[in-house]
């Protein structure tokens, strides 16, 4: 935890008070620690009390008393490694997991690049309604951390579950998770992710509905395993992953040239990108008019950059392609595994919801060289990659 910047958001619950235990204990593992609080929480634990521990100042709102002050949510969300919503009350979970921005904790919590984890803190009931158990499961799709509510005595008298999390573990959860296991020091992971662009005329093009997120979730999971990692990204609007070395690109002959350049090098290749299997034979020079009921376009092949760059493969690399299929899956996805010499593919179907394009979700299969089929369920791309990345170590291990 030394050297990290963490912002505490404190909500109203009776277990606010606990927050003070946490920034110490934060502080004390060499964390810089900055707390939000919304207005309601102040009656539980005075911003003073806070602003002592953690040695730096409160912020309740977005402008300080009448002074005009701003406090800039977005600069908070920036700045910092990670977001620890504890207490993490009902309330301020229904707003994060709807959409709901109505305080600076929750604008905070909205312009935030970093990781965000809620210790969920309230009532047997409440954390039991099906409304708080579906906005927890709605807040990990978007690839936020819950830290599990502990069983024990609550506020109420009541015995059960909703109890936050105690700070001493809310502190080991954190540390654990930024100090994962560098599992794949020394290893160069080269990864393809996003839509190419195939252009028609100056302003037109043939391409897909790939955003590049499945494949920028790769990145920062193999980054923060250690990994060197090299990402191809074609026409993506993503912010890129801290300690990834990243290559922009927008035709498949520039990704497949970029991926060439530095194939040879690599342990690891995963070929996530969506790749324009065609392109126009002739580029228009100028925009091309609507002089005609219709218009004929003459598409040659693109260079198959996994099946090329897979001739290649040495016996030491590890090539994992992807599959997204809409029939036959299966067989299909087998059919990829052995053309295009891979060692695994990754499969999911457009006939699945809340997977495939654009989704901040995906559930996929994953598919060995001995035609062994492992399924997943439903889970945020942040998780998927995880479980990714540790199928790959598994293989290697072997």
């Known amino acids: ?107 905070t919590y909205f312009s935030a690049r970093s990781p965000v984890f809620f210790a969920p803190a309230m009532d047997l009931d409440m954390y039991k309604h099906p409304a708080t158990q579906e906005n927890l499961r709605r807040l990990q799709s978007y690839g936020n951390f819950i830290i599990p509510s502990e069983y024990g005595e609550l506020a109420s008298g009541l015995i059960g579950e909703g109890r936050m999390a105690e700070p001493e573990h809310i502190v080991d959860f954190l540390q654990n998770f930024f100090q994962e296991k560098q599992i794949f020091a020394g290893k160069k992971v080269m990864i393809t992710a996003g839509a190419t662009r ?25 980054a923060r395993k250690g990994a060197e990692v090299h ?66 376009l003459e598409l040659i092949k693109n260079v198959d950059i996994a099946f090329t760059l897979g001739q290649k493969k040495k016996k030491n690399q590890f090539f994992v392609g992807f599959a997204l299929e809409t029939q036959n899956e299966t067989e299909n996805a087998l059919q990829k595994l052995q053309k295009k010499n891979f060692d695994m593919v990754v499969l999911n179907s457009l006939k699945d919801e809340g997977a495939g394009f654009a989704h901040d979700t995906n559930k996929i299969s994953i598919i060995d060289k001995n035609g062994t089929k492992i399924d997943f369920p439903l889970k945020s791309k942040k998780e998927v990659a995880k479980d990714i990345v540790s199928f790959i170590y598994e293989c290697l291990q072997k």
């Not at 005329?201 to 193999?222: C, H, W």
Request: charged residues 20%; proline residues 3%; aromatic residues 8%.
């Open 1 to 107: 935890m030394q050297g990290k910047k963490i912002i505490l958001g404190v909500t109203a619950s009776i277990a606010a008070y606990k927050s003070a235990l946490l920034v110490r204990l934060l502080v004390k593992k060499g964390a810089e620690v900055k707390v939000l609080m919304s207005q309601t929480a102040t009656e539980f634990i005075t911003p003073l009390t806070l602003a002592t521990l953690s040695k730096n100042p409160v912020f309740v709102d977005f402008v300080k008393d009448k002074t005009g002050v701003w406090h800039n949510h977005v600069d908070l969300g920036l700045w910092a490694d990670a977001i620890v919503v504890a207490p993490a009350s009902a309330n301020t979970i229904a707003k994060c997991a709807n959409g709901i921005c109505d305080n600076l904790l929750t604008a």
């Open 198 to 222: 195939e252009a028609i005329d100056p302003v037109r093009f043939i391409s897909n509905y790939s955003t590049g997120k499945m494949g920028f979730a790769l990145a920062e999971s193999f």
């Open 231 to 296: 990402l191809i990204a074609a026409n993506t609007s993503i912010a890129q992953p801290e300690n990834v070395s990243s290559y922009k690109v927008s035709s498949a002959q520039e990704m497949f040239e970029t991926a060439q350049s530095l194939v040879s090098e690599m342990d690891i290749c995963v070929f996530s990108a969506a790749v324009a299997d065609y392109r126009p034979k002739e580029v228009a020079t100028e925009k091309i008019k609507k002089n005609t009921e219709t218009l004929t």
